[in-house]
């Protein structure tokens, strides 16, 4: 669990370091490992989806094995009540961010060829990147919650540590 916990915690920071430097290019032409504005937006987007992907993923994960542990330990189902909160506040944020970004990353194409301005593309990826700082709060508050959950739930277990 905490080793897919800090492998997203690096992909979120080095997403959000490649989304920030990708719009710097786009305003400033400049190159980034030998990639102009279009191929390292495509690579950061790559990367950016693979992230929020894993995050869901984690969350689905954790969530299947939190209901395996109620039913095999027959702790109380609480736990399980409290981890679909947790993909509540979670899936709602993170799903509007990845459409953002993607609609950026799809906007740039048109901008590309002309057919959407440039500034529309620059002002959608100012407010795309804003909601992913409130995104990477949200995820990290949802991070601290499910762990706490875990952590709760298997000391609610008196035998959970001795098996």
Known sequence: MYFFMILIYLLTGFSFIALLLTGIQGYFEFYVISANHVTFGFFTAIIYLFTEVLVMFFFVGTGVSIKEYIQEK???????KNSLAIKKKLYPPTLTNVFLVMTV???GGGVDT??????MHGILFLFALYHFTTT??????????????ILEMTKSQPNSTTE
């Open 136 to 149: 990477i709060r949200t995820q990290h508050n949802c991070f601290k919650e499910n762990t706490a959950l």
């Open 114 to 119: 002309g057919s959407i301005p440039g500034w």
């Open 74 to 80: 027959g702790v109380s189902t609480e736990f399980h």
């Open 105 to 107: 990353f799809i906007i």
